[in-house]
Structures are given as C-alpha cells and as structure tokens.
C-alpha cells in the first residue's frame, strides 16, 4: 500500500460527493491514517457519517478566514498526531451572485471573499503546520481549467484559483527548503456541492464529453487517484505542479 502509516490532514469534505472524499477514500484504501476538519456545525453533522466510515481518527472545527481557529487546530493536530505526513487543502468559495454575468461587475467585498478562502487558505494552513510536516510530506490542492483560460460565469473564483496556482509555485521554494512537496491537481468539472452554483455548470458537463479527447467527465475516484499518486512517494521528485485530470481537455484548441 502507497501510503501505509502515513498521517493525512483533509480541508474540504462536506459530503461523499466532494472530490476530497475520493481522495480521503484512495488514502484509506491505501493504508493512511486519516483526520478531517470542518468549517461550521451543520458541515459537521454531515462529516461524522464521513469519519465513521472512513475510518477518520478525529474531527475538528477549522474556519479558513480565522487564523485563531488555524492555530486552534494545528495544535490540536500536533496534540493528537505529533506531526504530519500529508495535507489536503479542497477549499474554495465565492458569493453566489459573483459566479453568473459579467466579471467586471465583481463586488469588492466578493473579490476579497473568494481570494481569501479559495487562494490565501493555502497560505495560512501552509504556515501553520509547516512545523508539523514531515521531510517527504505533500501538501495537496485543488484547481480547475479556469484559472487560466475564460469559463463563462466562473468569474471571481477564476481569479482566486489563479492566485492558488501562483501561491503553489511560491510555497514549492518556501516548503522545499524542508523537503516538502506542494502541487495542484486541476480537475475537470465534478457534480459537487461547490459546482452547483455556477451559472449553466450543466452545458460545461456537455462540452467536455463532446470535446475531450477521452469524451467523458471525470469522477472523484480519477481525481482521488491522482492525489494519491502525488500524496505518495511515487511523486518524490515533483512541486510546483499543476496536474491536470480532466479528461484531455485542456489540451484542446478552438
């Protein structure tokens, strides 16, 4: 098994439709040991059957715009674990009203929300368990096609998974210095709980299984698979990547 004993912290399942449960579950298939955190009670209540099931060792409270609740847990992971082999940061967010139209009509305030929990998240967690890391560890996110080619209604959140890939680039020097890995993975459109508050995010399905080379849309086990190939060390000589798994599609012209 890739990940026998290894320790994987996952940011991001509210549900087993999120691309963070198919990766937790390829770690767990795999032989890692697994913990999750949760923004807010009501994505608790939803996470616990999660836990279960998986086999997750604890839960705990993790609001991204809070550096007091970012400290707050990583102590509790060091309290609970002594430190960290892998980290899973799926965590993206944009107003609703901000991801239809036209992006020049962006709010500030929804701008500042988007790149502060989809991108500077990344930053903040980086920080504060780069002490608990272990040499050889990977820190994992989570991208699409859109951060840098025009996907209608994506507008702020295009903009803020730009920023993450940028911040992906910079924390591989920042965390290599220690030995440890950061990459994204930009995955093709998934039915996630996130997805659906895209304007026309159904025809986006369409258009990739007309144009892709492979002619479907990918599942969270293709994406899970991917994070575990980078989680593991079979991925030993690779940071400051953007993966793609979307089927192809990216590779297509007009």
């Known amino acids: ?12 399942v509210v549900n087993d439709r999120s691309i963070a449960y198919g990766i937790a579950k390829q770690f767990k298939e795999h032989g890692a040991r697994i913990a999750f955190s949760y923004a807010a009670d009501p994505i608790k209540r939803r996470l616990e059957p ?40 799926s965590i993206a967010y944009a107003n609703r009203e901000d991801l239809k139209g036209r992006f020049i009509d962006t709010s500030r305030e929804g701008y500042k929300v988007a790149l502060d929990v989809s991108s500077f998240s990344l930053v903040a967690l980086c920080r504060a368990y ?43 020097v920042d965390l290599g210095e220690a030995g440890i890995r950061i990459n994204a993975i930009s995955a093709g459109p998934v039915k996630t709980m996130a997805a659906s508050g895209i304007s026309g995010f159904k025809s986006i399905l369409g258009r990739i299984e007309e144009k892709a080379p492979l002619h479907r849309n990918i599942t969270i086990d293709d994406v899970g698979k991917c994070a575990l190939y980078l989680a593991s060390d079979l991925s030993s ?12 599609y990216n590779v297509m012209g007009v």
């Open 1 to 12: 098994m890739l990940l026998e004993g290894k320790k994987a912290l996952i940011f991001g």
């Open 50 to 89: 999660i836990c279960d099931e998986l086999g997750g060792e604890f839960m705990f409270k993790c609001d991204v715009t809070s550096d007091g609740e970012i400290a707050d847990g990583a102590r509790l992971v060091q309290e609970q674990w002594g430190d960290v082999d892998i980290l899973v940061h």
């Open 130 to 172: 780069e002490k608990l890391l272990n040499k050889g560890g990977s820190v994992l996110t989570l991208s699409y096609y859109g951060a840098g080619k025009v996907v209608a209604n994506y507008n702020a959140m295009g903009v803020a998974k730009a920023a993450l890939e940028a911040c992906v680039r910079y924390l591989s």
């Open 237 to 248: 000589g690779t940071t400051g990547d953007i993966v793609f798994v979307d089927s192809g």
